[in-house]
T-cell receptor, first 112, second 115 residues
Framework: GQQLNQSPQSMFIQEGEDVSMNCTSSSIFNTWLWYKQDPGEGPVLLIALYKAGELTSNGRLTAQFGITRKDSFLNISASIPSDVGIYFCAGHRNSGNTPLVFGKGTRLSVIA | KAGVTQTPRYLIKTRGQQVTLSCSPISGHRSVSWYQQTPGQGLQFLFEYFSETQRNKGNFPGRFSGRQFSNSRSEMNVSTLELGDSALYLC??????????????FGEGSWLTVV
């Protein structure tokens, strides 16, 4: 099935740095969701976005629903070692009875 | 409020066998979705059930099946297991069906190894 284009695929950053990742699609989405998955665990919901232009924060995390409704980004400020994991974007397309679509994930490594 | 519960957490099966995985959704949630996760393929949608009816199905062979019970609990079954079926199987629940834009919440997953 269709997947979102999520980038970067992986990133290595120093502790304390800010991180930015994004998801894009050729289709319009009604909802954008961001999840984090720790090794061996299921994905955990970080932020849910429901309106174009919406900017939502959850602690050091900030996500935005793109104005065009075809993209979203997630920022992490002042990264810490426990931010390590895989971050997934997901979205609901604006077309009929379709399931949630996922990006392939961004693997984040934080160097202390 | 208890989260999504999946059992078993880990299991090892032999090629050709069949397996049943169970999922209990968050209380009050009526939709259950199943995903297969492998390192190279990411999260692949298997199927979604809402009010005991299959709402959507991904591109998996007929060996993969599921069902949902009246209490919203769900099971998925894989018959005639193949080595390539080794994966983390994730269950997720939401209040309503996901095509309506409802947020889904994942369980910890069931690790299946086929030998």
């Amino acid at each position: 099935g269709q997947q979102l284009n999520q980038s970067p695929q992986s990133m290595f950053i120093q502790e304390g740095e800010d991180v930015s990742m994004n998801c894009t699609s050729s289709s319009i989405f009604n909802t954008w969701l961001w999840y984090k998955q720790d090794p061996g665990e299921g994905p955990v919901l970080l932020i849910a976005l429901y309106k174009a232009g919406e900017l939502t924060s959850n602690g050091r995390l900030t996500a935005q629903f793109g104005i065009t409704r075809k993209d979203s980004f997630l920022n992490i400020s002042a990264s810490i070692p426990s931010d390590v994991g895989i971050y997934f974007c997901a979205g609901h397309r604006n077309s009929g009875n379709t399931p949630l679509v996922f990006g392939k994930g961004t693997r984040l490594s934080v160097i202390a | 409020k208890a989260g999504v519960t999946q059992t078993p957490r880990y299991l090892i099966k032999t090629r050709g066998q069949q397996v049943t995985l169970s999922c209990s959704p968050i209380s009050g949630h009526r939709s259950v979705s199943w995903y297969q996760q492998t390192p190279g393929q990411g999260l692949q949608f298997l199927f979604e059930y809402f009010s005991e009816t299959q709402r959507n199905k991904g591109n998996f062979p007929g060996r993969f099946s599921g069902r949902q019970f009246s209490n919203s609990r769900s099971e998925m079954n894989v018959s005639t297991l193949e080595l390539g079926d080794s994966a983390l199987y994730l269950c997720a629940s939401s209040i309503g069906d996901t095509s309506s834009g409802n947020t889904i919440y994942f369980g910890e997953g069931s690790w299946l190894t086929v030998v």
